[in-house]
């Protein structure tokens, strides 16, 4: 019987972390979110104002994106990469861009993989992760669709691998570095074009636990704080988002935002640290009602939960599980 718990409380830790997971992806696979991220992070796209950077992303312009309109999101290349036998990776977010400036028959410039992490402490060096991924995304180029064809060399499109790291340790707060090929003239100068060599570049962000959010900075990292480490409530960061990143809140972010809020009580590594159970105590049996509902909903939906698998995973305080339901139940029939 215990062993029995054991297995279910680590399924049911895996399910919440796997949809906690999904949400943040939707959100770095904005369009919107993926300019600014792009803006100070890929050298070719430094000196174009942000807004506009979305239309170079797939070769798909999305520059007057509505609230109504849930199509501000790339559709991105397969993640799954099994070019090698015995090593597949899977891609958190894998995307290709136009360049600015360039051919008109040209469609694609660049290869673009971003990754979230949740710390450093992974047993080895992620930069070293990030080399490989690059080298990868260079080598599967090769008589691919959009790569280059037998020895058309010249054709080698440069890749990008950002990662942004949530929790990392004391001593890689804060920093922010990048990682290029180089040229350095040993005896004779002569300097090959930079377009010959410069084919990789690789970014590491590490967030800070604080930022003030009331400064006049409002850079990415701090940006990307209040995406996903931030602890205030969902309206606030989208406002936040709104306000100072100029980000316009579509249906699409709007919905991820929240369900990113909803699922981080409790079950984010901050409440695991702390103890999964006193989570889920503190954050969903103090009498919070409406927090409980979006938790449930968003549970049902992502997971595909009933109502009652929903609230069982979440341990919902018995007292409220009544007010719950029913709000679910009318909330569910009036879609």
């Given amino acids: 019987m215990e062993n029995n718990l054991e297995v279910a409380d680590a399924i049911e830790k895996n399910d919440l972390n796997k949809a906690y997971d999904g949400y943040c992806k939707k959100i770095l696979s904005n369009k919107q979110i993926l300019a600014r991220i792009m803006k100070e992070c890929v050298a070719e796209y430094r000196d174009i104002p942000v807004e506009k950077i979305p239309s170079y992303i797939e070769n798909d312009p999305q520059l007057n994106v509505s609230v109504e309109d849930e199509t501000d999101k790339i559709q991105g290349r397969n993640i799954e990469d099994k070019s090698v036998h015995g090593a597949e990776i899977k891609y958190d977010i894998l995307f290709d861009a136009k360049l600015p400036n360039s051919d008109e028959n040209e469609r694609i410039g660049l290869f673009i993989n971003i990754e979230a ?78 377009t010959d060599y410069d ?42 988002l709104s306000e100072n990143y100029g980000i316009m809140m579509t249906r699409a972010i709007d919905k991820e935002m929240t369900g990113v809020c909803n699922l981080s009580q409790g079950i984010m590594d901050k409440g695991i640290e702390k103890g999964l159970e006193k989570g889920r105590a503190e954050g969903l049996t103090e009498g919070r009602v409406e927090m409980a509902i979006d938790n449930v909903r968003s549970l049902m939906k992502e997971m595909n939960k009933t109502l009652s698998e929903a609230m069982q995973i979440l341990k919902i305080d018995e007292s409220i599980q009544p007010e719950v339901e029913k709000a679910v139940k009318a909330l569910t029939q009036s879609i």
């Avoid at 080698?156 to 290029?180: H, R």
């Avoid at 900075?217 to 960061?237: G, N, R, S, V």
């Fill in 199 to 240: 084919k990789l570049s690789i970014v590491m962000i590490y967030l800070n636990k604080e930022y003030d959010i009331n400064d006049d900075k409002h850079d990415l990292t701090e940006m990307l704080y209040i995406l996903f480490q931030a602890d205030m409530p969902a309206e606030d960061k989208k406002y936040q």
């Fill in 117 to 194: 992490q949740n710390s450093n402490n992974n047993g080895y060096p992620l930069t070293s992760r990030a080399v490989y991924y690059c080298s990868r995304l260079l080598a599967k180029q090769k008589n691919m669709q959009g790569g280059f064809q037998n020895s058309e060399f010249q054709n080698l499109k440069k890749v990008y691998s950002i990662w942004i790291v949530m929790n990392p340790s004391k001593a890689m707060e804060g920093v922010f570095n990048e990682y290029t090929i180089s040229e350095r003239c040993l005896r004779k100068k002569y300097h090959i074009p930079k």
